[in-house]
């Protein structure tokens, strides 16, 4: 298991952003917004879905598995609560209800990383009301 970063960087606080952190801290699972109307399922969060325009959605829960798209290694820590960790991976990983979504690699070396990796979240709870994402091999 991944050594915890008291000093991540966290989320702002108010909007449709906070509310996502949110409700991974509230239940332990990454939700993401679907549109009532059309059921597409979107992220980042916003007020209207680009797909048919509709302004009503609401939260649903993910399997919280997908595969790796892309991703990113840092040799060079720009934020000091990482500087221990180098080198590390930013992924963005296409969950497998299509959406795709930003977090950190663990449990693997970013040498091992391979396009279409399975992976699955692993929530960072780092209060009440926010969890960050990382990702970890299935």
Same mark, same amino acid.
């Given at each position: 298991? +991944?050594?915890?970063?008291?000093?991540?960087?966290?989320p702002?606080?108010? !909007?449709? !952003?906070?509310?996502?952190y =949110?409700?991974?801290?509230a239940?332990?699972?990454?939700?993401?917004?679907?549109? %009532?109307?059309?059921?597409t399922?979107?992220?980042?969060?916003?007020i209207?879905c =680009?797909?048919? !325009? %509709? =302004?009503?959605? +609401?939260?649903?829960?993910?399997?919280? *598995?997908g595969?790796?798209?892309?991703?990113?290694?840092?040799?060079? =820590?720009?934020d000091?609560?990482?500087? !221990? *960790?180098?080198p590390?991976a930013?992924?963005?990983? *296409?969950?497998? *209800?299509?959406p795709r979504?930003v977090?950190?690699?663990?449990?693997?070396? #970013?040498?091992?990383?391979?396009l279409?990796?399975?992976?699955?979240?692993?929530?960072?709870?780092r %209060?009440?009301?926010?969890?960050?994402?990382?990702?970890? #091999?299935?």
């Amino acid at each position: 298991m +991944s050594t915890p970063r008291p000093d991540r960087m966290l989320p702002a606080t108010d !909007g449709l !952003g906070a509310e996502f952190y =949110a409700q991974a801290a509230a239940t332990g699972v990454v939700h993401l917004q679907r549109c %009532s109307d059309c059921e597409t399922w979107r992220h980042p969060p916003r007020i209207l879905c =680009a797909a048919c !325009g %509709s =302004a009503e959605w +609401s939260w649903q829960p993910t399997s919280g *598995e997908g595969r790796v798209f892309t991703w990113t290694v840092t040799h060079r =820590a720009t934020d000091p609560a990482f500087a !221990g *960790e180098l080198p590390y991976a930013v992924l963005v990983v *296409e969950l497998d *209800e299509g959406p795709r979504i930003v977090g950190n690699l663990i449990d693997l070396d #970013p040498t091992d990383l391979r396009l279409d990796l399975p992976v699955r979240v692993v929530l960072d709870h780092r %209060s009440d009301t926010v969890a960050l994402v990382d990702f970890a #091999p299935r």
